[in-house]
């Protein structure tokens, strides 16, 4: 697999296919449970949507450049998108095979997925009449030879191409049109009736086509076909801070004229007619650099994520209830004082994320509270989190709230919430122009006592919460805080130079902190001190980064990482001697924290917060990293991330070629499960201790 890089550096995009896929291979796993495997592979064809919307679409804008200023990057770029390309065909024929595979255990549970050609007669009376009570006057075909191309058309959805027979004799006339799936208002797949035990689906897909002769009533045609497809348009975010500055001015210059969201993938039922597929292509325009997929009879899979579950909760997951840590169990003690007392520290989804919730509504109402700033990246549909800062500025607190609009594909959600919050007082702050915020404090200030603060390595996200493995420490450390109201200052006034004694925060001083902590070690390792660095993050694709860790391996540091996406890094290169390991975990959890362990001789410096080491979370964002001083907190995040390094269960070898095989072991140790069942452990113990307090 050496053919994909070049020299010491795995390239990004190359890194997340091999991740992708990594997901593929959870899906085919025996021993996930069924409708869990089905959901991996809505994941992954979500992602993948997302990977071409975004990256693909930023490397064939880079291919299209002709300004010569550009020629190594274009070069580049159309190298990279072949191999993306070869990629993605060899791993949708494994997903082609893991759908046919999962289709068949479904039927071996009595969950049968019926085609339109199996239904019984009862069967389709019951679909046709569904289609007049709820699908008529949803399905508007278009006719090919009516439009010159997909304008209006949406890339977030599944759409029918239809051949229509028409009457001529012996020689067969065709006409062609499409029509677009109402998935958002009736939901991707459709039950039968239940009979003897045996549960009964179908596609959408399936639904219309049973029901064509009512979509062209009228028409006299003799008869029809329908071929699913679905495409992918460029996103038209912003080229990559990855690509250097001069390039990327370049390129843009290059591109002006280029119309917006042009479509650049398309996944087409390989049985679709060759002049249906022509006319298709026609008013898609794609190009010889772009992605054209035959595939299997059904696309557009994300939706295998909300797959209906029949009643067969033992196909699932067990569910583990997030743990409420103990200390909020008496609702008349004051969370904020017990912070005061002590750092406290959530680890969602195995803790509740009403913890932070509750400092929300305690300062809300708190009459001694002056005021709250906080950054929001994502937030949840019904928020909680707005709901108590809403609450807080009614109660005439001074909140202030820095909302990144440049939240990708979560833009219009944010900026309908910023009116709310506007409308309710809160001062927004649409962050600082060309630094996108990334960073999740919360900082809260008050007319007597200490100022607190809630610094987390995800977002304020309710919904995200219940899925994505995130820490949250919530202190009144002096310095801390102080540097967290300098960092609001900052947003406010980015141009004002600004020093941080705690925090390491981007663009100012958190790459040149990383590497001194990384330089540490390697001296430490020279003069006979104890050195290791063990981290657990979601990309590592920084080239500088990259270069310094395979320095400290190289000189004996032992470097342990945990890597749940991208990363440019080789670990099995000859100089590193061994010394770097990396692995990364798929499981029920999205890994999610940012944690960073430096032995520093032996005084170990632990660290948590928001960046990835990628050029855009160092040079191109407001990110937070912080310094973890509370004993027990370091114990707790030493525990993640070595039993996430101990992980043989869901923790893939990441060796830089694509394998990414499950360590062979007699005894797998599954990190999410033992990190559940080590904080249930740790509340009973706590509950215990209460109990015999109160009692004596």
């Known amino acids: 697999m050496r053919k994909f890089y ?47 919307r975004v990256r693909v679409a930023t490397q064939s804008r880079v291919a299209e450049c002709e300004d010569s200023g550009a020629r190594k990057a274009r070069e580049e770029a159309i190298s990279l998108i072949k191999i993306i390309n070869k990629l993605n065909s060899k791993y949708s024929k494994e997903y082609e095979t893991a759908i046919r595979e999962l289709i068949e255990k479904l039927r071996e549970e009595k969950i049968h997925i019926l085609s339109d050609k199996e239904v019984d007669e009862e069967q389709l009376a019951y679909i046709r009449n569904y289609y007049m009570e709820k699908l008529n006057g949803l399905l508007v075909p278009v006719k090919f ?16 191409a239809v051949r229509l027979h028409k009457g001529g004799g012996d020689r067969k006339k065709y006409e062609y049109g499409f029509l677009e799936l109402p998935v958002a208002t009736c939901g991707r797949f459709f039950q039968l009736p239940e009979k003897d035990g045996n549960n009964y689906l179908m596609y959408l897909d399936d639904v219309i086509r049973c029901c064509l002769p009512y979509i062209f009533c009228g ?18 975010m912003d080229i990559d801070n990855d690509i250097r500055g001069g390039i990327l001015q370049k390129i843009s210059k290059g591109l002006k004229t280029r119309k917006k969201g042009v479509p650049l993938r398309i996944v087409y039922d390989a049985a679709m007619p060759q002049p249906l597929l022509k006319q298709l292509l026609k008013v898609l325009s794609l190009n010889k650099l772009d992605t054209i997929l035959a595939g299997g009879r059904y696309h557009n899979h994300k939706d295998l994520m909300n797959f209906p579950s029949c009643g067969r909760n033992d196909l699932k997951y067990e569910r583990w209830e997030p743990i409420l840590r103990s200390e909020l169990q008496h609702p008349a003690e004051s969370f904020i004082e017990k912070i005061r007392r002590g750092d406290r520290f959530i680890h969602v989804p195995y803790h ?21 700033q906080t950054t929001l990246y994502r937030l949840a549909r019904n928020s909680k989190v707005v709901k108590a800062l809403i609450g807080a500025a009614r109660n005439g607190k001074k909140v202030t709230v820095v909302i990144e609009l440049l939240a990708r594909f ?102 040149g902190k990383f590497m001194r902590l990384i330089n540490e070690e390697i001296k430490n390792k020279h003069a006979g001190r104890p050195a290791y660095i063990k981290v657990k993050i979601n990309h590592i694709t920084d080239p500088f980064i990259v270069e310094k860790l395979y320095e400290a391996a190289a000189c004996g540091v032992p470097v342990q990482l945990l890597v749940r996406g991208n990363c440019s890094l080789i670990p099995g290169l000859p100089e590193l001697c061994g010394n770097m390991q990396i692995k990364g975990i798929i499981d029920r959890y999205l890994e999610h924290s940012r944690i960073f362990i430096f032995a520093a001789g032996g005084e170990e410096k632990v660290f948590i ?34 039993t996430g390094l101990a992980d043989t269960s869901q923790a893939r070898i990441v060796d830089g070629s694509g394998s990414d095989e499950l360590e062979k072991t007699a005894e797998p140790v599954r990190s999410q499960e033992v990190l559940y069942h080590h ?4 509340e009973l113990e706590i509950e215990n201790e209460l109990k015999i307090n109160n009692v004596d």
């Not at 010159?148 to 759409?159: H, P, R």
């Not at 994320?353 to 509270?369: G, T």
Request: glycine fraction near 4%.
């Open 6 to 52: 070049k020299d010491r550096y795995l390239p990004r995009d190359i890194s997340w296919m091999f991740f992708n896929r990594r997901i593929l291979q959870e899906a085919r796993r025996e021993s996930v449970p069924l409708l869990e495997r089905l959901a991996f592979l809505g994941i992954y064809s979500n992602n993948l949507d997302e990977f071409f």
């Open 145 to 160: 030879s009516a439009i010159k191309q997909f304008d209006l058309e949406a890339d977030d959805n599944i759409y029918l």
């Open 219 to 236: 028409q006299e045609y003799e008869g029809y076909e329908a071929f699913s497809f679905k495409f992918t348009r460029d996103a038209e």
């Open 352 to 372: 509740s994320f009403d913890s932070y919730i509750r400092v929300l509504q305690e300062a809300a109402i708190n009459p001694d509270v002056k005021g709250i």
């Open 410 to 511: 979560d833009e219009a959600s944010n900026m309908d919430w910023s009116k709310k919050m506007q409308e309710a007082g809160i001062q927004v702050i649409f962050g600082v122009e060309g630094l996108k915020i990334h960073s999740k404090v919360t900082h809260i200030s008050f007319r007597k006592g200490a100022d607190i603060a809630c610094i987390s390595t995800g977002n304020f996200h309710e919904g995200n919460a219940k899925a994505y493995t995130d820490y949250m420490i919530m202190t009144a450390h002096r310095l801390i805080v102080k540097d967290v109201e300098a960092l609001f200052n900052f947003i406010k006034r980015p141009y004002v130079p600004t020093k941080f004694k705690e925090l390491l925060v981007s663009p100012n001083e958190m790459r």
């Open 609 to 642: 917060g928001s960046a990835d080491w990628m050029p855009r979370n160092l040079n191109a964002r407001i990110e937070v990293v912080m310094p973890v001083y509370d004993k027990a907190i370091k114990e707790d995040l030493k525990f993640v991330v070595e």
């Open 679 to 682: 904080y249930r452990q740790m």
